[in-house]
């Protein structure tokens, strides 16, 4: 997770708190004048429009303030959805027994991208078994994962 994100997390978990949701993760994606910065927020309820809405609000306040980002970006905030992000160890370890894909930074395997059911979670890696075989990957090679969703 890089600077900018944690800082930014530390930034906004109050004022997403303190509208009844929970921060789920932030992304900050840059594109030079079409950057992204986008806000995954849930709610015990589910996330409605009005949470967005209120969240948003919220946020462009802070970020007005504090400034954290330089250069123009977009500000997006909506729910993690079906295919939720996973972004910190807890998160996995709610979703052990459940499909999960994920992107690596470096080549494990001679592969960067891994699709298979979310084994175990320690400290440092989890664990997934894809197509049989277990694979193990340490958090700090992981770019990006979600859930799989699975409709029967």
């Not at 932030?26 to 209120?54: K, M, N, P, W």
């Not at 994920?102 to 979310?118: H, I, M, N, V």
Request: with cysteine; proline share 5%; net charge negative.
């Amino acid at each position: 997770m890089s600077v900018l994100v944690e800082k930014l997390q530390e930034l906004f978990e109050p004022a997403v708190l303190a509208e009844n949701c929970e921060l789920w993760g932030v992304e900050y994606i840059s594109q030079g004048r079409h950057s992204i910065l986008r806000v995954f927020i849930d709610a015990d309820e589910g996330v409605t429009v009005d949470h967005c809405a209120a969240v948003s609000h919220q946020l462009s306040g802070i970020l007005d303030v504090h400034d954290p980002i330089s250069g123009e970006y977009s500000l997006e905030v909506s729910s993690p959805g079906t295919e939720r992000p996973l972004f910190s160890p807890k998160q996995y370890h709610a979703y052990i027994g459940e499909c999960i894909s994920l992107r690596t930074s470096r080549p494990f395997q001679e592969r960067r991208k891994f699709t298979g059911t979310l084994l175990n979670v320690s400290e440092n890696e989890i664990t997934i078994v894809e197509n049989g075989n277990e694979v193990t990957l340490p958090y700090s090679a992981i770019l990006k994962s979600h859930l799989v969703p699975i409709y029967e």
